[in-house]
């Protein structure tokens, strides 16, 4: 008797391989399933497939560029700035690490700011500047 091994192994005797003149006795267990797809049914078939694991999001808080740009200019605000330079990276880090925006928002806060006149980017792109009608919002 040969022992059955779990649900992928079937033993059932190969006939293109066993000869029975020859007096080979045996069996050759043989895999129940295809080579890759396994016992289970294909992804694209699958009822919990990818509608099971998705998320759905709820709005960004940043989503907004005016929202995005005001938080930008609370930041800038809280900064001290040098020569009256505030550096990039004193804004971009509070705003993308401790916040949570993403680049995109980021820079869409940031250019609404600089289209709007609240700040003015060097052409370099290392620091802002505030603008008169920048620093009367927060006089």
Do not use: Q
């Amino acid at each position: 008797m040969i022992p059955f091994n779990g649900p992928d192994f079937c033993p059932v005797p190969d006939k293109h391989r066993f000869n029975e003149s020859s007096g080979a006795a045996g069996a050759l267990f043989l895999w129940r399933h295809d080579r890759y797809g396994g016992n289970r049914p294909s992804r694209s078939r699958s009822a919990h497939g990818f509608a099971a694991r998705m998320k759905f999001s709820t709005d960004r808080p940043y989503s907004d560029p005016e929202k995005a740009a005001r938080k930008l200019l609370e930041i800038a605000n809280a900064t001290e700035p040098v020569d009256g330079k505030i550096y990039i990276e004193k804004i971009n880090a509070p705003m993308l690490y401790l916040e949570r925006a993403t680049p995109a928002e980021y820079k869409a806060g940031l250019d609404l700011a600089i289209s709007r006149g609240w700040l003015v980017l060097h052409e370099s792109g290392t620091f802002v500047k505030f603008t008169p009608a920048g620093a009367e919002l927060f006089a």
